[in-house]
């Protein structure tokens, strides 16, 4: 009898785990894989239609940032200013590629020197490379995002 009453016991135990919530099980699940998500990092970058969507994610980067490149050259392609010192600096402008693929300034940094001598460089240059095109967004497990980046633009004049 006590042995069965043991054996009761330990069933009875055992069986706790089956009254767990399925919702708090999920929840821990889920969790979990939040925690493991590399949030700084996407699955696939941005593509525009010359990019193979099926070439490893370096080569999509690479595809990208040199596609990107050519349209920026483009849009300022024929961009003349008037300046009375020479030039040898470097300013970032912070572009945003939304969740619909729609590229814009985000933000251009200021830089004393290059305002010194061309009084509405920031504007020209945000007018010039916003909403140039638009691309495939980048995704993170099968999910569109947006996605930040950062390009320098050296200016040098002689």
Not at 44 to 63: G, H, M, N
Not at 88 to 113: K, P, R
Request: charged residues 25%; glycine residues 2%.
């Amino acid at each position: 009898m006590r042995k069965l009453l043991f054996l009761y016991c330990i069933g009875l135990l055992a069986s706790c785990e089956l009254f767990t919530s399925k919702e708090v099980e999920a929840r821990k699940i889920i969790n979990k894989e939040l925690l493991e998500i590399d949030w700084n990092d996407v699955d696939q970058y941005p593509l525009f239609d010359d990019c193979d969507e099926t070439a490893i994610k370096q080569v999509q980067r690479e595809c990208f940032q040199q596609v990107l490149s050519n349209y920026f050259s483009e849009a300022l392609e024929g961009l003349r200013f008037q300046v009375d010192n020479d030039l040898n600096d470097t300013m970032h402008i912070d572009f945003l590629i939304d969740e619909h693929g729609f590229i814009s300034v985000l933000n251009a940094e200021e830089n004393a020197s290059i305002s010194n001598e061309i009084s509405d460089f920031n504007t020209e240059i945000s007018n010039r490379l916003n909403d140039l095109t638009t691309v495939a967004p980048a995704l993170k497990r099968g999910i569109p995002v947006s996605l930040k980046f950062r390009l320098p633009i050296v200016i040098y004049t002689n």
